[in-house]
């Protein structure tokens, strides 16, 4: 089932981390590969490589990693260096700096979104949560809601 042979190296980032239907975490998660929710997590995910937050998953605190896909219920900041996407029906509320944004028809987003480079990790790695839950730059939010008041 499992064949490691001496010397063969674990990469961690090609490693994927389920959060089942029934499940519930408390606290910071610390993902280095690929995490996918399906139940509940209250509490910063950092260090992954993808978070995906499937139809019945629940995210109450802020999310780093290099790509996030948001099926369900996401409460909190958003930073990553590649992309953000927020499916249909899913439901973001909180601030999101990346390179890359996508949201379907259907979709709930409440917040500012910060079209630059995470901290640097523009695709090198995963980015940190340094700075969440504070301001975005001066305008940023004017900007996101389209009233021109940040210009």
Not at 14 to 38: C, F, N, P, Q, W
Not at 49 to 68: H, L, Q
Not at 69 to 76: D, Q, W, Y
Not at 107 to 133: D, H, I, N, V, Y
Request: charged content about 30%; some cysteine; aromatic content about 4%.
């Amino acid at each position: 089932m499992f064949e490691f042979k001496k010397g063969d190296k674990y990469d961690s980032r090609e490693s994927m981390t389920l959060i089942g239907e029934e499940a519930y975490v408390h606290g910071m998660l610390a993902a280095k590969g690929s995490l996918r929710v399906e139940g509940s997590v209250e509490g910063d995910i950092t260090d992954a490589v993808s978070v995906e937050i499937g139809r019945k998953g629940r995210v109450k605190g802020n999310v780093a990693a290099e790509t996030v896909s948001v099926a369900g219920e996401l409460e909190g900041d958003v930073v990553a260096s590649r992309h953000v996407e927020i499916l249909a029906h899913a439901r973001l509320t909180g601030n999101i700096r990346t390179l890359n944004l996508r949201v379907e028809d259907g979709a709930f987003f409440e917040g500012a979104c910060s079209m630059r480079a995470a901290e640097g990790a523009a695709g090198k790695g995963t980015p940190s949560l340094e700075g969440s839950r504070s301001p975005l730059p001066e305008g940023a939010a004017a900007d996101a809601r389209g009233d021109g008041a940040g210009t």
